[in-house]
Nanobody
Framework: QVQLVESGGGVVQAGASLRLSCKAS????????MGWYRQKPGMQRELVAT???????NYDNDVWGRFRISIDNGRNTIYLQMNSLKPDDSATYLC?????????????WGQGTQVTVSS
């Protein structure tokens, strides 16, 4: 059973930085992709950034140049460095991982960590 544990959320002022982390346990080396999505009240979950085990990254246009995702494969942990935060970045940030096994893919989600950016 894969479990994702997120940390690093908080309340900051606009222009500040935060670093989120997410550790996946129980997956071993079978993780293919990890990433972050965010969800605002009453809205659909949206992509923030993803990273593959080989280090290929994908970012939403809104965070490009401000956020950076990185991975520590040895620890099955990803980090999201968020700089120049805006009030519109306020959301629940959810960690995501995709595991590959025997030709099947399995998706897992964390419980989320809250980020609040005040103006």
């Amino acid at each position: 059973q894969v479990q994702l544990v997120e940390s690093g959320g908080g309340v900051v002022q606009a222009g500040a930085s935060l670093r989120l982390s997410c550790k996946a346990s129980g997956a071993g080396a079978s993780i293919d992709t990890m990433g972050w999505y965010r969800q605002k009240p009453g809205m659909q979950r949206e992509l923030v950034a993803t990273i593959t085990r080989s280090g290929a990254t994908n970012y939403d246009n809104d965070v490009w140049g401000r956020f950076r995702i990185s991975i520590d494969n040895g620890r099955n942990t990803i980090y999201l460095q968020m700089n120049s935060l805006k009030p519109d970045d306020s959301a629940t940030y959810l960690c995501y991982t995709r595991r590959l096994s025997s030709g099947n893919q399995y998706d897992y989600w964390g419980q989320g960590t809250q980020v609040t950016v005040s103006s």
